[in-house]
Every structure is written in C-alpha cells, then in structure tokens.
C-alpha cells in the first residue's frame, strides 16, 4: 500500500500536470489565433505571474509548446513565438502533402451519407465567408478534418493534427492572399465530388493539389520573413537580449 507521502506527492504531481496542460492550450490558442505574435518572448516569470501558478507549471506548459513547434525555448527561463519560416513552411506542407492524401484516400470507403451532408453545410458556410473574415480558418479545418477522422487511424491523424497547428500562422497568411476564398472554394468543391464518387484516387490528388498551391502561395512570404529576422540578427551582432516580454 502506498504511503500517505506518496499518494499526496502524486497528487501533487497530478495537480502540477492539470495546470501546465491548461496553461499550454490556452497559450495555444492565443498563438494559433495570431494574439501572441511570431517573434514575441515569454517567460517562465510572466506565464507564472499571469496564471497565478509557480515556474514549474509555467516551465512544462512551454516545454509542451516547444514539443509541438509552437515555441522555441531560449536561454534564460524564456520563449519565443516561433516565426514564419521558410523552410520550416516547406517541411510542414511537404509532410502534409504526403499524408493527407492517404488519410482521404483510406477515409472514401467509410464516408457515409451524413458525412457528405455535413460537408456539404460545411462549404456553403465558408462560401459565404471571405478567406479574411473570422470563422474562415475554423470552417476550413474543419472540412479537411472530418475526412480524415474516417480514415480510423488515430496516429496517422494524431500526426496531421500537429502538423496542421504548426501550419496554422502559414494559413492565416494565406487567408489574406487575394482570391484565396474562391480559389480555395472550387478545390474543396473538386474534392467533395471526388468522395461523393466514392473515387479515393481521384480525392487523394485533388488534395495533394489543393495543399501544394497553398506552399507555393505562401513560400514568397515566408522566405521574406525568414530573411528579415536574419538580418534583424546580424544587426543586433552581440547585443544583449531584450528582456521577456509579460
């Protein structure tokens, strides 16, 4: 039977546990919808502060960001938002070019009829939605999402899930592009009808077109936000660093 010590030191633990994943997806959600802006510090001091917790909680909550490409851990006991990259914009959509496909493939034979009308409902509300205007980025996860949880392979969309978190600063970019609503529009119209053929092929391509356009939209401007935070660096050579932000 396990000591007093021990049932109060795991629950403790447990405790510590609940508030750093609460912590986590809070700060998630502030950095997925833009409000934490890529580039912006924070410390274990001011998360610790502002959630009225201790730095061990406030630590693993930026660990746990950190595992999912959201921040990157710094000197110091601070973050930083993880920026637009360009090649880290390359390896999420190369990655999501390859298993989305297969999850939509391997979803088409299981994709019921409440399944196609639920997309259908899906679409006529993003096709009333300009890209820029809010529920756009929410409507559209959604629509790609309900396919793959067909697919019934918990890891494989355990994976896309993480990927499509990392690429979700990508997407609110691209939600700015002109002409990316109807663009985006008529590509999820393609890909409906290629599931309502019950054609797993043909949904596969459709998508892996649908997600190399929007790479290829985005890379300009990822490269050009890569290349001034190099600059940024060059010119700040051996200054001290700025202080977190809280």
């Not at 909550?61 to 110091?76: H, K, M, P, T, Y």
């Not at 299981?110 to 997309?119: G, K, M, P, S």
């Amino acid at each position: 039977m396990a000591s007093a010590d021990g049932q109060a030191g795991s629950a403790n633990g447990a405790a510590r546990e609940s508030l750093a994943k609460q912590i986590s997806r809070d700060l998630r959600e502030q950095i997925l919808a833009g409000r934490l802006s890529p580039g912006r510090r924070i410390s274990q001091l001011s998360i610790a502060k502002h959630y009225g917790v201790s730095r061990l909680p406030a630590r693993e909550a930026l660990r746990d960001l950190s595992s999912q490409g959201l921040v990157v851990i710094e000197r110091s006991r601070s973050a930083r938002i993880a920026g637009l990259d360009g090649s880290d914009l390359r390896e999420v959509f190369l990655m999501r070019e390859q298993l989305e496909p297969l999850a939509v493939g391997l979803a088409v034979p299981n994709v019921t009829d409440a399944d196609l009308a639920r997309a259908e409902s899906l679409l006529a509300e993003l096709e009333k939605l300009g890209a820029s205007e809010d529920g756009w980025l929410r409507l559209d996860r959604e629509f790609h999402t309900m396919w793959y949880e067909r697919a019934q392979m918990p890891r494989l969309t355990g994976t896309i899930d993480q990927l499509w978190d990392v690429a979700q600063r990508y997407r609110a970019l691209y939600s700015l592009t002109p002409d990316a609503g109807s663009i985006s529009d008529l590509e999820h119209r393609l890909l409906l009808e290629a599931v309502r053929r019950r054609s797993p092929r043909d949904a596969s391509a459709i998508l892996h077109m649908h997600l190399r356009h929007v790479r290829h939209t985005l890379s300009p401007s990822a490269d050009q936000d890569d290349g001034r935070r190099t600059r940024t660096g060059e010119q700040r050579g051996h200054r001290s660093r700025p202080d977190a932000d809280g």
